[in-house]
């Protein structure tokens, strides 16, 4: 088989899938939904393994071209291209993998939800989209997969669309992440118009060139045109990977389904934006205040989401609360310039966050659809595989030592020391700090739920404390005094032994060949001498075993380990100190900030938002109503209607009046041109 | 005086029409020693008559253009594309009408013979260069359309709807004659590539040539509909069954433009700044008339009529920008608007049955609950229609409106483009009718699978061929630049 | 300037001239030369040698048409047939065959009227 044909169907299984089970639903049964899905993803995954090893084992060279020229205007390409290189690639096997994982996993967790296929359909379309956006090879395709991610996403986290805060998160998801988009089309246009071109290879080609070109966004303020363009793409990742302050919408899309929280809102979608930016590294690599930008906002993300997820009772919020500190952590590596680590991580991060969130799902199916971490406790006994894989999953979250997560989440902050930027000290303490928060959240999900008093025997006031509407909803009724958890059907704990076995060995073999070795060779672009991070690291790197020991000797490990020490005293051993530093902070009014997150969500929904209905309505009352409405549209209907009742009087069905129409047109004509002509002669 | 023999007539080029030809007389005897019962013989082979023509066709195609009958008759890529569109355009009439004729006693014969005498008449028009055989097409196709609208002859309204065609037909066609007899005199020849030679090296004169251009413009003002030679047009869609409604609105219109192309891209190019301002003014007037007049049917039929009338004056707008770019335009507008126009009356046809015309507005109503995808097939016909994006009416509309903004008619683009939003206007409402409105009538849809078959595909083409105009605008550019100065 | 609204001047002029002219010429002409003395006979339809009897304005059968259409169509036939056999010889075998493949075509015709049964008049 043809290479060519081989990339063209990666993307159409999974859209085959999604068609037959999202358009012939209502004729099929879930058990031919399911499999034809499965089989769609099947197929893509071990496609893209081939692709794959291909470019790792064999040497295959890149492909760039374009498979279908969709228009031509005036002059500029709008294609269908394919552009497959080893960072394609890797990101194509993640997609796949993950996906393949959450359609096995799905069927358990959706059996008995009446939309079975429709989901089936959404999250195949969903395999399709991302893979559309990670093997473009030009910005139209790239922003069509960008937006085809973000549609399935509202469509998803809306998926119960009956609950009134599923259709306020998915509405959320989808405004936030517009304001982003809106940068990104803006970039997109920059490049566009300096460039003149929207095919990859031809504007990084260039970039150099325009390294000093300015761009005046309004008189009297001339920029770097790639500082702008670089900032106005990076406000596109800040919407879709979730960074401060567009971060708003990542934990309410928890409303969604778990398995989909866990593949697109922990494992690919979520990451598109880290896949952007490495991709266009070129570009970042030319300005300073660029990287400088996304590593600070980076590491405020890094460091304040993970704060958050400390007070968290709800235990996707929590796993929520640590994908966005751990997007933070990759965003950091991108302004730190390092890219391939970046990337590492997003790929040890979709192992390991998939797996975390698998287990969250599975432990509300054990516990009948109660999220709240409260009501849990001492579940390792009922579900044991759940336990063993969570632990892995925290484990490798954590980064402990030779779990995947150590190796990638260290290169990071070893990366961040090298950097030379002036957000780098603020980013590197940001990361150091954030590791013991990591831990500490992490681990206090894990004793609650898994360790400790059995405490939905006793379940008292929690339920319905925090009068959540989840718990109002059919979905949500818990479980009983009598009840006790079950351990999931296999479907459910297959994929969460499978994600588990990278989320433990990926790291260890991958980090020399992804870091330090040629895999993206040629694919991300660093500038050795103003950025040497990644140079410095790969003097220091002697190898993953060394990389282990010699983490003993750095702070980062024992605030690992503190963490966890520090929430085993918390909440296994005296519960009263939690609740005694709870009391403190809620006096000095920290609690409530945490709680309130910050009023991001107030100053959107209160400031913004109001303020923009506002000015909707006077627009509306006087533009709309009055000017357009009134005197526009229904004023030219009234002419267009008048002139209509006129003209149709003249088909009066006398065919005398016809010849008669007829034989004056001629006459006219006929005077008028002859006219013409003998004036002229 | 050369004599001529069998040799000299070359006559191996016309071997569609001839075939067609003699299917035609084999149908027309075959049929009458059919009873009543076995009439589905005669239209099986009817179409296979019609494929195989379409085949022939195919086989025949060749950029280089080829000429027979002692220079008369011309087989070139505009003369063969046009053509198959005609087939096709024919297949699909009689696969939609199948049983809407069945129920109503239409399914005849005559009906059958006929319509292949129309479509070879069609296709005479297509391919002569030669003023008296283009007239002879002409006839062969108005003369079968006339007893084709009268066929329900118990119908007060077809007849009456006949009666006007052939009157107005027949002045038409005399104004016509008279103004290629103006030409003639002017040029003394009948040769579409002689008259244009002639024009080139200024001997003809210009007075007479161009009072024959007035009369021939006004001929084919009728034959297209445009305003003000359009009056027959909306009375004789009503009037006409349903499938001959299709018939007069989709393949003739491809027809009229090769015959303009012909006559007025070919012979007379010369004076084309003379025909582009008439047509220019028959333009405007189409699409304002058309458009603004189409808001106050409630009859779907005259409905389309109108929205036929406003699409000949896109057509025409395309002719008369006299470059290659506005030619290949109006081709492409032709060929997709013969699609269009098919799928739409196909699905008037589709909702009719015995005893019932699906022809008012209302009838649509709630279709989208009746039937929901042939609701998104009408849906798809209207979008196209009204030229939205994606479909291919958009694409039509677009090309013409690059072809007069190449050619700084700034204006006549922008008059286009606002008749063309007052034209969406009552496209939409039938959209709105079908999906925002209550059904009132129940019944199911009783037409045969064959005829839902291919009209859903036709609908789908009108998309797909949307999502990639590129290569149809290509194919039909090349093949009038083959065509237009063959240089024989 | 002013040439420009030529066209439309003689538009109406000869708009004036077409509808006005002869109806001026009829009646100026009629009055002059003409002598007006109306009698029964003059005022009656015209009716070839013998007196009117019926109303000029009456049916009659459709069959006719049909009759006289069929009537004009062999008898073209027949009008072609004579010069094409007097130059038979000149024009040889292609002259020969062209006429066969008319008259073939009209044999179709023949076929067709006839099981059509527009040949019998009841």
Redesign the interface.
Known sequence: MDMKTIYLLIPLAPLFGALVAGLFGWAISRRAAHCVTIAGVAVSFLLSAFVLKGIVLDGVEPFNGTVY????VNGIEFNVGFLVDSLTAMMMCVVTFVSLMVHIYTIGYMEEDPGYNRFFSYISLFTFSMLMLVMANNFVQLFFGWEAVGLVSYLLIGFWFKRPTATFANLKAFLVNRVGDFGFLLGIGLVLAYFGTLDYAAVFAQAPALKDATVTLFPGATWSLLTVTCILLFIGAMGKSAQFPLHVWLPDSMEGPTPISALIHAATMVTAGIFMVSRMSPLFELSDTALNFVLVIGAITALFMGFLGIIQNDIKRVVAYSTLSQLGYMTVALGASAYSVAVFHLMTHAFFKALLFLGAGSVIMGMHHDQDIRNMGGLRKYMPITWITSLVGSLALIGTPFFSGFYSKDSIIEAVAESHLPGASFAYFAVVAGVFITAFYSFRMYFLVFHGKERWMAKDHHAHHEADAHDEDEHHHGLGPNDKPHESPWVVTLPLVLLAIPSVLIGYFAIEPMLYGKFFEGVIFFNHEAHPAMEMLKEEFHGPVAMALHSLQTPVLWLAIGGVVASYVFYMVAPAIPAAIDRFFTAIGVRKLLEEKYYMDHLYIDGFARFGRVLGTVFWKVGDVLMIDGLMVNGT?KV??F???V??R??T?Y?Y???F???????????????????S? | MNIMTWSSLNAGVATPEIFLLCATCAILLIDVFLSDAKRHISYVLTLAALVATGCLLVAGYSLQPQLAFNGMFIADPLASLSKLGMVVGVILMLVYGRGYAAVRGLFRGELFTLTLCALLGMMVMASAVNFVVLYVGLELLSLSLYALVALQRTSSRSTEAA??YF??GA??SG?LLYGMSMVYGATQSLDVFVIAQKIAHDEAN??LT??G???I??GL??KLGAV??H??A??VYDGAPTLVSQLIGSAPKVAAFAFIMRILAQALEGFAF?WR??LM?LAVLSLV?GN??????VNIKRMFAYSTISHMGFLLLGIMAATPGGYAAAFFYAMTYMLTAAAGFGLIMLLSREGFEADQIADFRGLNKRSPWFAAMMLIVMFSMAGIPVFIGFFAKLAIIQALVGLGLVWLAVIAVLMSV?GA?YYLRVVKVMYFEDPTDTAPIAAGADAKLVLSVNCLLLLVLG?AP?RLLTALTTALQFSLHPGL | ML?NY??IL??LI??LLVGVAPMCLGWGVGKVLGTNKPDAEKLLPYECGFDAFEDARMQFDVRYYLVAILFILFDLEVAFLVPWALVLKDIGSFGFFSMMIFLAILVVGFIYEWMKGALEWE
């Open positions: 020229t969709w228009l031509t209907a267009v209607g002139f209509s009742k003209t149709r003249l088909q069905g065919i009046h016809y010849a129409a007829m034989i004056l047109g001629a006459l006219v004509l006929m005077t008028w041109w002859l006219g013409g002509v003998l004036v002669q | 009666m006007k009157i107005l002045l038409a104004l210009r007075l161009v009072f251009i007035v009369f413009v006004t003002g009728f003000p030679f009056m027959w909306p009375d003379d301002s008439m003014v008339i603004v007049t189409a808001i106050a049917q007052i206007f999502m590129d | 040439e030529f066209p003689l538009f000869i708009g």
